[in-house]
């Protein structure tokens, strides 16, 4: 039995290379191999900086959710108070809080007051939100103790108030100010109810990283807030914060029976749910478009080697009448293709990673040449496009790529092995 030769044999690679390196007389092979190439690796760098941008604005989104809301809220089902009007106010909320900071997985729960405002200073006027929470408590709160800017002191947070930003730079004011806040629940009296309206000195100004939150949020103290709100001696609701909100239904059940059975509950799911439910959604749909892309620039492989089988069928009816097998004509242009997809993912991956890691100063050169007004944080919701490199979507486009290159070559490579020699040879 004769000899076989081993697959992918040292021969095989040489004469692969020389036709990648083919001239442009030669049929312009080498053009068509240079737009196989750079079209993957573009497909391939777009998809990186897709799944990164995808990762990263997610995390970032949940993060600062996680960083400055509860991750669960408990609050009283709807009773008939003594003068017969529905309240959720909680009497007893030190107790409530005690009971379920007891319950395994949950870092603090505290007693809240929260209320819709006017904030004004001078002729300017801002709608907040007001969260009366104590001192302690608000340290536990990340981007809120520990934001991407602040400025002030919130160790002076019991003598004045702490603003968001965006709230600061709507007023028009710094630390040391004074805001005026304005509830129209106010003071009651024989004429009915005047609106409430107190000065608080600002000493406080952090940045969370969430334009809605820096826009709207302000901290009161706790029991100022009670009294602001007229809910002395009560709390709305307890703001708890677990060890893992990324599973937070598991902790539901025992908060629930730690709270009472007139507790209800209302996680950070479901005020988000929808929302990355929604982001889920794009990503998967955005993935498949950028699929098809890859695909369309891999097609381009197939093209290429077409027109490399006829050019080279008189070196291939030469090769076959000397001996070679339709194995190794196969395996010769298996390679010239695979190695154009092999060269172009490897790029791919090196552009989409390096965009990825510097996607903040190439926006901000967008920005620039655009005159500014590209990313909108009252519209994104956060205040920059954040781009996360993830070790499983490189792989995962640098699999698919690898995939449809490897197989969008088999065909023109199957042809060429099994082209008759004495016909590719009969007009030469």
């Known amino acids: 039995m004769a000899n076989r030769t081993a697959p992918f044999a040292r021969f095989e690679w040489i004469i ?11 049929g312009g092979v080498s053009v068509m191999t240079w737009i196989s190439l750079i079209g993957i690796t573009l497909a391939v760098a777009a998809l990186i900086i897709t799944l990164a941008v995808r990762t990263g604005f997610r995390g970032e989104f949940v993060d600062t959710i996680l960083g400055a809301n509860a991750h669960v809220t408990v609050y009283s089902r709807v009773v008939i108070d003594a003068a017969g009007n529905p309240s959720r106010a909680i009497a007893d909320y ?50 809120i103790a520990e934001p991407e800017a602040f400025t002030g002191d919130i160790s002076a947070y019991e003598r004045g108030i702490a603003i968001g930003s965006g709230v600061a730079r709507d007023l028009g004011v710094g630390v040391g100010d004074k805001i005026r806040i304005i509830s129209p629940n106010g003071v009651k009296t024989a004429f009915g109810t005047t609106p409430r309206v107190n000065a608080y000195e600002v000493v406080y100004i952090f940045t969370a990283g969430r334009w809605d ?58 005020s988000s749910g929808a929302f990355l439910r929604a982001l889920d959604m794009e990503d998967n749909v955005m993935f498949i478009i950028l699929s098809v892309l ?88 956060i205040y920059r496009l954040p781009a996360k490199l993830e070790l499983g979507d490189v792989l995962s486009a640098v699999a698919l790529s690898l995939t449809l290159s490897f197989l969008v070559t088999i065909f023109p490579a199957r042809r060429a092995a099994r082209m008759n020699p004495v016909e590719a040879l009969r007009y030469e």
């Open 294 to 381: 890859v695909l369309i620039a891999s097609m381009n492989i197939i093209s290429g080697l077409i027109m490399l089988v006829k050019n080279k069928g008189r070196d291939i009816g030469i090769l076959r009448t000397m001996g070679l097998t339709e194995g190794s004509v196969l395996r010769i242009f298996f390679l010239c293709g695979s190695l154009t997809g092999l060269v172009g993912t490897a790029a791919g991956v090196v552009v989409g990673c390096l965009f990825a890691i510097y996607i903040d100063p190439i926006f901000a050169l967008v920005d620039a040449i655009s005159g500014g007004g590209v990313w909108d944080p009252s519209v994104r919701g």
């Open 213 to 270: 939150i820096d826009r709207t949020r302000v901290y009161l103290p706790f029991d100022e807030a009670q009294s602001f709100f007229n809910k002395e001696g009560s709390a709305d609701e307890i703001e708890v914060m677990l060890d893992d909100p990324e599973h937070v239904e598991a902790r539901l059940g025992p908060i629930l029976s730690a709270a009472g059975p007139n507790a209800a509950v209302w996680t950070w799911r479901d």
């Open 94 to 143: 030190d107790d409530w809080a005690a009971r379920i900071a007891a319950v395994e997985g949950v870092t603090r729960a505290a007693p809240l007051i929260k209320g819709q405002v006017m904030a004004n200073r001078g002729d300017t006027n801002a709608g907040v939100e007001v969260f009366g929470l104590r001192y302690q408590d608000l340290l536990t709160i990340p981007r």
């Open 16 to 26: 692969a290379w020389r036709y990648l390196r083919a001239r442009r007389a030669e």
